[in-house]
C-alpha cells in the first residue's frame, strides 16, 4: 500500500533532510498534516501549551545544535502569538524556521477561520 502523499509528507521529508529532530508546536487544525508528515520521518514532535513556547524552544535548539530549529503553528492567532519570541530568535540570528499554518487559498479573504494577512506581520 502506498501512504497518502500531501504537503505535510512533503514537509516532513524536507525536515528530515535537513536534519531536524525536533518540530515544537502547538497543535492546530491547519497544521495537523504536517505534523504527521514529520512524525513518519521520525521527528518528534512536541507539543507546547503556547506558540511563543515552540519558538523559544526552537530557538534553543537551534543554538545549541547549530541545525535550525523549526517551530509549526496554527493560523491567525497561532502566528501572531510567535512575534515577540521569532524577534528575539531574529536579533540572535539563529537559524530558525517558523511553519505557519493558513486558511483554504479558496476561503482567503471570504472570512474564514483566523484567515489574516499573515506576510504583512514581518
Known amino acids: 500500500m502506498t501512504a497518502e502523499m500531501n504537503g505535510g509528507v512533503l514537509v516532513g521529508e524536507v525536515l528530515q533532510k535537513q536534519n ?34 515552540a519558538v523559544f524552544a526552537a530557538n534553543a535548539t537551534a543554538r545549541l545544535t547549530g541545525i535550525p530549529g523549526v517551530a509549526a503553528v496554527t493560523a491567525g492567532p497561532g502566528v501572531t502569538n510567535t512575534i515577540t519570541a521569532l524577534k528575539n530568535a531574529q536579533m540572535a540570528q539563529s537559524p530558525l524556521v517558523l511553519i505557519g499554518g493558513s486558511a483554504a487559498t479558496l476561503l482567503k479573504g471570504r472570512g474564514a477561520l483566523q484567515d489574516i494577512n499573515q506576510l504583512s506581520l514581518g
Open 20 to 53: 531536524v529532530r525536533f518540530l515544537y508546536t502547538l497543535c492546530g487544525g491547519h497544521i495537523s498534516p504536517i505534523l504527521v508528515g514529520a512524525a513518519q520521518q521520525g521527528i518528534r514532535v512536541i507539543d507546547v501549551r503556547h506558540e511563543a513556547t
